[in-house]
């Protein structure tokens, strides 16, 4: 099984609609990511967290909201989704100690119309 | 700010062709370097790493060597397989925010 799962894989929705994406790993680590993945334009943080009680905003949370319910699970909502949200997105886990060391999920690729 | 840059893809290849993906950094202090892989279809996965300056990663016959002098962690295989076709990133850090700084990667595409 994989340790990074994200749900759903894939997903189509409307402009104005709220989106949830969800994930959670089986590796136990204490930090978590969410990164959007745009072509050519590498990899962009929008949060992470480091334990459940801290959660940060990264370089591009405009318009995202994170959840951390547990040390395995982190949500990423668009609360109000618009199609320039469209793009791929990935969560990712490290240990504490290796933030340059880390494990991705494979990923959820979102189209707003 | 501290920075990566990639050679800009994609690179076409034939089979058993020597490969080399270029990257540069500019950062303060003394980052770590990777070089992460994406397959099609699936997320990255770390490909091998280097903490300090001289130190040579490995893995799957892929190197890269960290050269302070150059600012420079280029990635190289001496005989790519069809299998290798994937898109490459290079990252630096952690930075002051424990953060990873990416690249915006390199697709490569190795024809039989």
């Known amino acids: 099984d994989a340790d990074v799962t994200q749900t759903p894989r894939n997903r189509i929705t409307k402009t104005g609609k709220r989106i949830m994406l969800e994930c959670s790993q089986t590796k136990g680590h204490d930090r978590m990511y969410w990164y959007r993945q745009d072509p050519g334009l590498g990899l962009q943080l929008i949060y992470y967290?480091?334990?459940?009680?801290?959660?940060n905003k990264g370089e591009i949370s405009d318009g995202y909201s994170v959840s951390r319910q547990a040390q395995a699970k982190f949500s990423l909502s668009l609360e109000s989704a618009i199609p320039n949200q469209t793009a791929l997105y990935f969560c990712?886990?490290?240990?504490?100690?290796?933030?340059?060391?880390?494990?991705f999920g494979p990923g959820t690729r979102l189209t707003v119309t | 700010g501290d920075s990566v840059t990639q050679m800009e893809g994609p690179v076409t290849l034939s089979e058993e062709a020597f490969l080399t993906i270029n990257c540069t950094y500019t950062?303060?202090?003394?980052?770590?370097l990777f070089w992460y892989v994406q397959y099609p279809g699936e997320g990255l996965q770390l490909l091998l790493k280097?903490?300090?300056a001289d130190d040579k990663g490995s893995n799957k016959g892929f190197e890269a060597t960290y050269r302070k002098e150059t600012t420079s962690f280029h990635l190289e295989k001496g005989s790519v397989q069809v299998s290798d076709s994937a898109v490459y990133f290079c990252?630096?850090?952690?930075?002051?925010?424990?953060?990873?700084?990416w690249g915006a990667g390199t697709k490569l595409i190795i024809k039989p």
């Open positions: 990252a630096l850090g952690p930075d002051s925010n424990y953060q990873l700084i």
């Open positions: 280097a903490t300090k």
């Open positions: 950062a303060t202090g003394y980052p770590s």
């Open positions: 967290s480091f334990d459940v009680k801290d959660i």
């Open positions: 990712a886990t490290s240990e504490t100690g290796r933030a340059g060391e880390q494990y």
